[in-house]
Protein backbone atom coordinates (compact mmCIF):
# COMPACT_ATOMS: atom_id res chain seq x y z
CA UNK A 1 0.00 0.00 0.00
CA UNK A 2 1.23 3.48 -0.76
CA UNK A 3 -0.19 7.22 -1.61
CA UNK A 4 0.46 8.84 -4.65
CA UNK A 5 0.21 12.35 -2.65
CA UNK A 6 1.10 11.85 1.21
CA UNK A 7 1.39 15.16 1.91
CA UNK A 8 -2.05 15.91 1.61
CA UNK A 9 -2.25 13.26 5.63
CA UNK A 10 -0.47 16.22 7.26
CA UNK A 11 -4.29 17.42 6.83
CA UNK A 12 -5.10 14.87 9.39
CA UNK A 13 -3.08 16.63 11.86
CA UNK A 14 -5.67 19.22 12.58
CA UNK A 15 -8.52 17.24 13.19
CA UNK A 16 -7.85 16.64 17.08
CA UNK A 17 -7.95 20.74 17.75
CA UNK A 18 -11.07 21.00 15.45
CA UNK A 19 -12.53 17.95 18.08
CA UNK A 20 -11.38 19.73 20.67
CA UNK A 21 -12.86 22.69 19.54
CA UNK A 22 -16.32 20.86 19.35
CA UNK A 23 -16.53 19.70 22.88
CA UNK A 24 -15.64 22.57 24.32
CA UNK A 25 -18.13 24.57 22.38
CA UNK A 26 -21.44 25.78 24.67
CA UNK A 27 -23.99 26.18 22.14
CA UNK A 28 -26.51 27.22 24.42
CA UNK A 29 -24.86 30.44 25.52
CA UNK A 30 -25.05 31.97 22.12
CA UNK A 31 -28.31 30.86 21.11
CA UNK A 32 -31.99 30.90 22.93
CA UNK A 33 -35.43 30.42 22.06
CA UNK A 34 -38.41 31.19 23.83
CA UNK A 35 -41.51 28.71 24.33
CA UNK A 36 -45.19 29.65 25.60
CA UNK A 37 -45.58 26.01 26.59
CA UNK A 38 -42.47 23.66 27.50
CA UNK A 39 -44.84 20.40 28.49
CA UNK A 40 -44.24 19.02 24.54
CA UNK A 41 -40.46 19.11 24.97
CA UNK A 42 -39.77 17.92 28.38
CA UNK A 43 -42.00 15.09 26.91
CA UNK A 44 -39.41 14.39 24.23
CA UNK A 45 -36.30 11.29 24.70
CA UNK A 46 -32.65 12.38 25.63
CA UNK A 47 -29.81 11.17 24.51
CA UNK A 48 -28.17 8.85 27.19
CA UNK A 49 -24.68 9.79 27.04
CA UNK A 50 -23.18 12.71 25.04
CA UNK A 51 -21.55 10.32 22.50
CA UNK A 52 -24.75 9.85 20.97
CA UNK A 53 -25.57 13.19 20.98
CA UNK A 54 -22.45 13.86 18.87
CA UNK A 55 -23.57 11.38 16.26
CA UNK A 56 -23.77 13.90 13.70
CA UNK A 57 -20.24 15.35 14.34
CA UNK A 58 -19.22 12.10 14.27
CA UNK A 59 -20.48 11.09 11.44
CA UNK A 60 -19.09 14.62 9.60
CA UNK A 61 -15.89 14.16 11.38
CA UNK A 62 -15.44 10.62 9.76
CA UNK A 63 -16.19 12.01 6.27
CA UNK A 64 -13.60 14.45 6.51
CA UNK A 65 -10.87 11.87 7.44
CA UNK A 66 -12.17 9.92 4.63
CA UNK A 67 -12.26 12.47 2.16
CA UNK A 68 -8.57 13.04 2.90
CA UNK A 69 -7.26 9.60 2.79
CA UNK A 70 -9.37 9.83 -0.93
CA UNK A 71 -7.22 12.93 -1.62
CA UNK A 72 -4.39 11.40 -1.14
CA UNK A 73 -4.80 8.67 -3.56
CA UNK A 74 -4.15 5.33 -1.59
CA UNK A 75 -2.47 3.01 -4.01
CA UNK A 76 -1.75 -0.83 -3.92
CA UNK A 77 1.41 -2.14 -6.60
CA UNK A 78 2.89 -5.23 -7.90
CA UNK A 79 5.88 -5.02 -8.92
CA UNK A 80 7.72 -7.25 -11.84
CA UNK A 81 11.89 -7.48 -12.10
CA UNK A 82 13.04 -8.50 -15.62
CA UNK A 83 16.75 -9.30 -15.55
CA UNK A 84 18.35 -8.23 -19.06
CA UNK A 85 21.84 -9.42 -18.70
CA UNK A 86 22.41 -13.33 -17.58
CA UNK A 87 25.36 -13.09 -15.79
CA UNK A 88 27.77 -16.24 -15.58
CA UNK A 89 27.47 -20.14 -15.22
CA UNK A 90 29.86 -21.74 -13.05
CA UNK A 91 30.31 -25.14 -12.60
CA UNK A 92 31.64 -26.14 -9.08
CA UNK A 93 33.63 -29.43 -8.81
CA UNK A 94 35.01 -31.17 -5.68
CA UNK A 95 36.95 -33.84 -4.89
CA UNK A 96 35.15 -36.94 -3.12
CA UNK A 97 38.50 -38.89 -3.00
CA UNK A 98 39.10 -40.64 0.26
CA UNK A 99 42.36 -38.48 1.14
CA UNK A 100 39.86 -35.81 1.19
CA UNK A 101 39.31 -37.09 5.01
CA UNK A 102 42.67 -36.15 5.91
CA UNK A 103 42.83 -34.19 8.83
CA UNK A 104 45.03 -31.53 8.19
CA UNK A 105 42.29 -28.81 7.75
CA UNK A 106 39.84 -28.83 10.55
CA UNK A 107 37.81 -31.33 11.00
CA UNK A 108 39.10 -32.89 7.35
CA UNK A 109 39.41 -31.26 4.27
CA UNK A 110 35.76 -32.01 2.67
CA UNK A 111 34.09 -30.33 5.88
CA UNK A 112 36.62 -27.21 5.09
CA UNK A 113 36.04 -27.23 1.29
CA UNK A 114 32.11 -27.78 1.47
CA UNK A 115 32.29 -24.36 4.39
CA UNK A 116 34.15 -22.84 1.74
CA UNK A 117 31.64 -23.62 -1.04
CA UNK A 118 28.87 -22.49 0.93
CA UNK A 119 30.12 -19.10 1.48
CA UNK A 120 30.61 -18.93 -2.33
CA UNK A 121 27.20 -20.20 -3.05
CA UNK A 122 25.79 -17.44 -0.63
CA UNK A 123 27.73 -14.52 -1.90
CA UNK A 124 26.84 -15.02 -5.20
CA UNK A 125 23.39 -13.67 -7.03
CA UNK A 126 21.51 -13.95 -10.08
CA UNK A 127 24.57 -16.38 -11.67
CA UNK A 128 23.46 -19.96 -12.66
CA UNK A 129 25.77 -22.37 -10.40
CA UNK A 130 25.63 -26.48 -10.68
CA UNK A 131 28.15 -29.04 -8.93
CA UNK A 132 30.14 -32.11 -10.29
CA UNK A 133 31.38 -34.28 -7.61
CA UNK A 134 34.39 -36.54 -8.94
CA UNK A 135 36.31 -39.90 -7.37
CA UNK A 136 37.32 -42.46 -9.62
CA UNK A 137 34.90 -40.65 -12.01
CA UNK A 138 32.96 -37.73 -12.64
CA UNK A 139 29.29 -37.12 -11.83
CA UNK A 140 26.55 -34.26 -12.07
CA UNK A 141 25.73 -33.78 -8.33
CA UNK A 142 23.38 -30.89 -9.43
CA UNK A 143 22.94 -29.52 -13.00
CA UNK A 144 23.16 -25.14 -13.47
CA UNK A 145 20.05 -23.76 -11.34
CA UNK A 146 19.39 -20.58 -9.99
CA UNK A 147 17.57 -22.24 -6.83
CA UNK A 148 20.53 -21.98 -4.43
CA UNK A 149 19.21 -23.96 -1.61
CA UNK A 150 18.69 -26.99 -3.59
CA UNK A 151 22.51 -26.93 -4.92
CA UNK A 152 23.47 -25.98 -1.01
CA UNK A 153 21.17 -29.12 -0.11
CA UNK A 154 22.69 -31.60 -3.08
CA UNK A 155 26.44 -30.05 -1.60
CA UNK A 156 25.72 -31.16 1.78
CA UNK A 157 24.84 -34.54 0.79
CA UNK A 158 28.08 -35.43 -1.21
CA UNK A 159 30.33 -37.12 0.67
CA UNK A 160 33.32 -39.63 0.61
CA UNK A 161 31.66 -43.12 -0.39
CA UNK A 162 29.17 -41.76 -2.82
CA UNK A 163 31.35 -42.70 -5.61
CA UNK A 164 34.41 -45.15 -6.25
CA UNK A 165 37.58 -43.89 -4.79
CA UNK A 166 40.15 -42.63 -7.07
CA UNK A 167 41.15 -39.14 -8.71
CA UNK A 168 39.57 -38.42 -11.92
CA UNK A 169 40.71 -35.40 -12.61
CA UNK A 170 40.35 -35.41 -16.73
CA UNK A 171 36.62 -36.95 -15.95
CA UNK A 172 35.64 -34.48 -13.83
CA UNK A 173 36.97 -31.25 -15.75
CA UNK A 174 35.32 -33.12 -18.69
CA UNK A 175 31.83 -33.79 -17.22
CA UNK A 176 31.49 -29.67 -15.73
CA UNK A 177 32.56 -28.72 -19.27
CA UNK A 178 29.93 -30.62 -21.11
CA UNK A 179 27.29 -29.20 -18.41
CA UNK A 180 28.63 -25.34 -19.67
CA UNK A 181 28.33 -26.45 -23.49
CA UNK A 182 24.96 -25.26 -24.19
CA UNK A 183 25.12 -22.12 -21.94
CA UNK A 184 24.47 -18.64 -23.11
CA UNK A 185 25.97 -17.08 -20.60
CA UNK A 186 28.68 -13.98 -20.85
CA UNK A 187 30.88 -15.86 -18.79
CA UNK A 188 31.48 -19.68 -18.03
CA UNK A 189 33.94 -21.09 -15.70
CA UNK A 190 34.76 -24.28 -13.90
CA UNK A 191 36.24 -24.33 -9.95
CA UNK A 192 38.22 -27.49 -9.61
CA UNK A 193 39.49 -28.16 -6.42
CA UNK A 194 41.16 -31.70 -5.66
CA UNK A 195 43.84 -32.71 -3.47
CA UNK A 196 45.31 -35.47 -5.17
CA UNK A 197 46.88 -36.71 -8.72
CA UNK A 198 45.22 -37.95 -11.37
CA UNK A 199 45.15 -41.49 -11.57
CA UNK A 200 41.71 -42.88 -12.97
CA UNK A 201 39.11 -42.04 -15.85
CA UNK A 202 38.93 -42.68 -19.39
CA UNK A 203 39.99 -38.63 -20.04
CA UNK A 204 43.68 -37.14 -19.68
CA UNK A 205 43.35 -33.66 -17.75
CA UNK A 206 45.08 -31.51 -20.25
CA UNK A 207 42.65 -33.23 -23.21
CA UNK A 208 39.99 -32.05 -21.08
CA UNK A 209 41.26 -28.77 -20.37
CA UNK A 210 41.75 -28.36 -24.38
CA UNK A 211 37.81 -29.11 -24.86
CA UNK A 212 37.27 -26.01 -22.05
CA UNK A 213 39.27 -24.07 -23.91
CA UNK A 214 37.70 -25.16 -27.61
CA UNK A 215 34.49 -24.71 -25.66
CA UNK A 216 35.08 -21.04 -24.02
CA UNK A 217 35.43 -22.07 -20.58
CA UNK A 218 37.86 -20.73 -17.88
CA UNK A 219 39.02 -23.03 -15.55
CA UNK A 220 40.24 -21.91 -12.17
CA UNK A 221 41.93 -25.14 -9.83
CA UNK A 222 42.62 -25.32 -6.22
CA UNK A 223 45.31 -28.20 -4.48
CA UNK A 224 44.04 -28.09 -1.09
CA UNK A 225 46.26 -30.06 1.72
CA UNK A 226 49.35 -29.29 3.37
CA UNK A 227 52.51 -31.13 3.23
CA UNK A 228 53.18 -34.63 4.71
CA UNK A 229 51.86 -37.19 6.47
CA UNK A 230 47.90 -36.99 7.50
CA UNK A 231 45.75 -39.44 9.76
CA UNK A 232 42.58 -39.82 6.72
CA UNK A 233 39.49 -42.95 6.77
CA UNK A 234 39.55 -45.40 4.12
CA UNK A 235 37.48 -48.32 4.05
CA UNK A 236 39.50 -51.10 3.76
CA UNK A 237 37.77 -54.17 1.74
CA UNK A 238 39.64 -56.69 4.31
CA UNK A 239 39.42 -54.56 7.34
CA UNK A 240 36.38 -51.96 7.14
CA UNK A 241 36.66 -48.44 7.80
CA UNK A 242 39.68 -47.37 9.15
CA UNK A 243 41.91 -44.60 9.65
CA UNK A 244 45.64 -44.65 8.39
CA UNK A 245 48.36 -42.31 7.56
CA UNK A 246 48.84 -41.06 3.68
CA UNK A 247 51.07 -38.52 2.54
CA UNK A 248 49.91 -35.57 0.87
CA UNK A 249 50.61 -35.86 -3.27
CA UNK A 250 48.75 -32.64 -5.05
CA UNK A 251 49.82 -32.33 -8.95
CA UNK A 252 50.43 -29.00 -9.15
CA UNK A 253 52.26 -28.85 -11.89
CA UNK A 254 48.77 -30.37 -13.59
CA UNK A 255 46.77 -28.03 -12.01
CA UNK A 256 48.41 -25.11 -12.69
CA UNK A 257 48.79 -26.51 -16.63
CA UNK A 258 44.66 -26.75 -16.69
CA UNK A 259 44.66 -23.28 -15.32
CA UNK A 260 47.18 -21.96 -17.99
CA UNK A 261 45.36 -23.81 -20.90
CA UNK A 262 42.15 -22.51 -20.01
CA UNK A 263 43.34 -18.53 -18.96
CA UNK A 264 42.24 -18.98 -15.47
CA UNK A 265 44.21 -19.46 -12.25
CA UNK A 266 45.77 -21.96 -9.93
CA UNK A 267 45.94 -21.74 -6.07
CA UNK A 268 47.28 -23.88 -3.33
CA UNK A 269 44.86 -24.13 -0.12
CA UNK A 270 46.73 -25.00 3.38
CA UNK A 271 44.62 -24.17 5.73
CA UNK A 272 40.69 -23.05 6.42
CA UNK A 273 41.68 -19.49 6.08
CA UNK A 274 43.54 -19.72 3.13
CA UNK A 275 40.85 -21.96 1.34
CA UNK A 276 38.09 -19.40 1.90
CA UNK A 277 40.23 -16.63 1.17
CA UNK A 278 41.08 -17.94 -2.75
CA UNK A 279 37.07 -18.54 -3.01
CA UNK A 280 36.04 -15.31 -2.07
CA UNK A 281 39.09 -14.06 -4.65
CA UNK A 282 37.43 -15.76 -7.23
CA UNK A 283 34.48 -14.45 -6.31
CA UNK A 284 35.78 -11.35 -6.75
CA UNK A 285 37.75 -12.15 -9.94
CA UNK A 286 34.45 -13.04 -11.80
CA UNK A 287 31.61 -10.23 -10.81
CA UNK A 288 29.42 -9.15 -14.02
CA UNK A 289 27.17 -6.03 -13.67
CA UNK A 290 23.31 -7.89 -13.59
CA UNK A 291 21.27 -4.91 -15.51
CA UNK A 292 17.55 -4.78 -14.10
CA UNK A 293 14.47 -3.67 -15.58
CA UNK A 294 12.10 -2.68 -12.97
CA UNK A 295 7.89 -2.86 -14.11
CA UNK A 296 5.23 -1.62 -11.25
CA UNK A 297 2.05 -1.63 -11.97
CA UNK A 298 0.01 0.78 -9.04
CA UNK A 299 -4.05 -0.11 -8.67
CA UNK A 300 -6.33 3.20 -7.13
CA UNK A 301 -8.41 2.55 -4.15
CA UNK A 302 -9.22 5.91 -3.32
CA UNK A 303 -12.89 5.14 -4.87
CA UNK A 304 -14.13 3.41 -1.57
CA UNK A 305 -12.63 6.19 0.97
CA UNK A 306 -14.38 8.80 -1.23
CA UNK A 307 -17.90 6.62 -1.13
CA UNK A 308 -17.39 6.08 2.42
CA UNK A 309 -17.13 9.63 2.89
CA UNK A 310 -20.23 10.36 1.04
CA UNK A 311 -22.08 8.14 3.11
CA UNK A 312 -20.97 9.38 6.11
CA UNK A 313 -22.09 12.99 4.65
CA UNK A 314 -25.26 11.85 3.74
CA UNK A 315 -25.89 10.07 6.99
CA UNK A 316 -25.40 13.66 9.12
CA UNK A 317 -27.61 15.20 6.78
CA UNK A 318 -30.38 13.13 7.35
CA UNK A 319 -29.70 12.44 10.86
CA UNK A 320 -31.94 15.71 12.50
CA UNK A 321 -34.70 14.05 11.12
CA UNK A 322 -34.71 10.74 13.07
CA UNK A 323 -34.55 11.41 17.29
CA UNK A 324 -31.22 12.81 16.62
CA UNK A 325 -32.95 16.37 15.87
CA UNK A 326 -31.82 19.74 17.88
CA UNK A 327 -34.26 21.58 19.63
CA UNK A 328 -33.09 25.51 19.64
Request: proline share 5%.
Amino acid sequence: MRFEHPWILLALLALPLLWRIHTQSKPHLKWSARYSDTHAIKNLSRHGTPFLARAPYLARFGAIVLLVIALARPQTGVSETEIVSQGIDIMLTLDLSTSMSASDFEPNRLAAAKEALKEFIHGRANDRMGLVVFAARGYTQCPLTLDYPTLLGFLEKSDIGLLDDGTAIGMALATAATRLKNSKAKSRIVILLTDGMNNAGAMDPATAAKMAKALGIKVYTIGVGKEGVFPQVVNDPVYGRRTIAARTEIDEALLQRIASITGGAYFRAEDEHALKKIYSEIDSLEKTDIKTKVYIHHTDWFTWPLAAALALALLEAALPATRWRVIP
